[in-house]
């Protein structure tokens, strides 16, 4: 595996950012951004599966069954590269532009216990992304925060830290009863995580900044 940082010392940053990982986009920063997965890799994650359907049908020993796992076999392959690659880019620039990283833990068994959702979590490479960003973090001296999700990130208010109550996986946006503000859910979770992170429940400033890009200015600096 070839990972392209250049092995030097970055410089220290101010930035800090927070994660939230989904289905639908891939990671949400608390600056707003988001990043979906590879498109080639949805497409040929389905390649995939009718391939391995395919397969099972397939007599034992048979030729047709040969050719139909060498075909499986190339797919896995290039589905894995795609997946790597994309995930060793994302870090890298997360890495790079951060001194603090907030991620949430992931316990993907137990949060989902829907197998085909699971699934897909899996597929994304979740766990592996968190696993390059420790390594990277430590390589390059940056702080890779992992928060208990207990913390409930998706249920608290970002700007005023009340509760909102469970919300279903359905419900993409809504607007804290509190004071009023409207939260993109995922946004709205990773600015928590963030939060959670800093050790700064109490202090709100900062968070409530928008920001453009992902380079923005650390707000427990
Ligand atoms: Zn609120």
Redesign the pocket.
Known sequence: MVCEVNPKILPETDNSCGIDLGIIDFATFDNGEKVKAPKPLKSKLKRLRRLQKHLSRKQKGSKRREVTRNKLAKLHAKITDIRTDFLHKLSTKVIKENQLIALEDLNVSGMVRNRKLSRTISDLGWRSFRTMLIAKGEMYGRDVRIINRWEATTQT?S??G?KGGKKELSVREWT?L??K?KHDRDVNASKQILKVAGGQLDTQNGLQRECKTTIKACPFG
Request: with cysteine; glycine share 0%; proline share 0%.
């Open positions: 208010c700007c005023c009340e804290c509190f004071c503000t």
